[in-house]
């Protein structure tokens, strides 16, 4: 959660005085966001909370459903936890110039239940003739490839783009990424739909800039579209080996044609650029040429993979590339009329992680003086025993980062496996390094006899990878381990109907947090997860009379409130009348 002075300074720097709500961010409101595999999320970024699976589910009801209603109220209460926690680090960091939830702060909102999306996100496609190094196969069939791996599923077809045209009417703006758009069957569907219904819908490309034909041309006549190119390097060289089958000549010169097209239709031009290990030398030379565009630079923030981040770096090192960064581009800022602001917010960001970073294991390590050396093994045990709770804070505070520098400190050498490999595990998953978060669990399973909380552990991994079956197998697992009583049937039953309702089985999510609701009959927390597996599964009296005892008994819940939205909504819906908010 943010303070209350971070709320302050974020919500300043927003453009949201209108708005007729607050929220932490109004992606759930405004939008939807295709993946490649058919998962559908409130934006690019939050891919660990899906809101539902354009494989099993029709756009009704993912819009409409209980996963993104549960995101809007957790929002409206700026809880960043479901899957937010990129955006919560860009904000406590100080980076408001650059975090992505400012993208959908311009979209109109006129209702916390809206009744159409204002803007569709879509990366249908992994069809892409790249394999960036900082890339996977989710988004490019190239990796894919390399990799020896089958392609890919096509996850949208006709019912999808059937159910999507009414859609696209009620549109302020449409977003195609990648893949290469100008390359994915589906995304030319979506555009020609647009155009042969005679919609004006602006549309955002971010593209490769490695396609440049008459079906190309076609789009950018017909229909309002503006271009990001995608240029992690200035030079040939660093371009090439980070955008591997990419040829440096071929995209600047696509990347002319595309300005050119943007500034004949009156659209934007910009540039997509990702800061990294491999090209951070560069930066002022790349905000140099975009100024010969006179583009806007849009900078990427990488966390993963981790041979890339600049994050997952020592503080001191991270420190003395933003010194770097600010003294090769002093004496040239004068260039830098567009993107000045751009290069000072990412300075300023880098120095700020590092030295928060710093201060922490500081303030978690500081040797006492004057310690006998008969207690130094004492001593030393007791500052790792502050090291892994700071760590388990950090986490909590959605810093998975800050964690895995904290876990790299000399005072956990001696901790138990479990002790620093558990946080360990978790901040791999939340960073979404699976293979490395799954090999860390299973290497302390095989150590330890403590296994309900790692089973979960493992169970989570699952449903963040979208493995439903192996989810509940793990979980049922965790619930019969020797150690589930030291853990608490509280806590196990509420980890398995939380993870019940993340992958959709609603039914099981219901009978767990009933057996919840009897043991623990105050908890409001416990009531707002029965209604909200009682509106999925139609059953709404029943949603209704858990939220309203959650409203009277703890004076206010934002979840309840959202629950009561939707029911007078369908309850409306089956009477036959308008939606009521």
Known sequence: MLTEDERRRYDAARPIESKPFQSGCYAPHVSLYFHTTGRVQACCKNDRFAL?????????????????????????????????????????????????????????????????PAMLEFALSNTCNFACVMCYGDLSSAIRARDGLPPLRKAYDDRFFADLRKYLPHLHRAKFFGGEPFLAAESLCVWEMMIEDGLTTPCHVTTNGSIWNDRVLRILERLPVSIAVSIDGASKATFEQIRVHGDFDVVMRNAERFHASCRARGTEFGISHCLMRQNWHELPDLLALAERFDARVFINTVTDPSHCSLFTLPDDELLAIADAIERAAAPRLDEFARNREVLEAEVRGLREHARRGLSQQLAASRAAPGLPPQDQKARAGSVGAALIARVWAVLADGDPIAALQLLGDPALEDRRDVDRGFPRARALRLLRRFEEADLCLREILAKTPRRALLLLERAWLAVDQGRAEEAAAFAAEASTAHDAHEVGEVVIGHALAQMALAVGHHELAHQHFDRLCQIAPERAEFRVGRAWASLALGQIESAVGDAEWVIAASAGNAGAREILRIAAGALGKRAGEPPTS
């Not at 809880?79 to 400012?102: H, M, P, S």
Request: one cysteine or more.
């Open 52 to 116: 539902g699976d354009c494989t099993q589910q029709s756009l009704d009801e993912i819009w409409q459903g209980a996963r993104v209603g549960q995101l809007r109220a957790a929002l409206e209460r700026y809880a960043f936890g479901a899957g937010c926690t990129q955006c919560e680090w860009q904000i406590k960091t100080g980076n408001l110039r650059d975090v992505y939830t400012r993208i959908f702060d311009d979209l109109p909102v006129a209702d916390a239940v809206p009744q159409w």
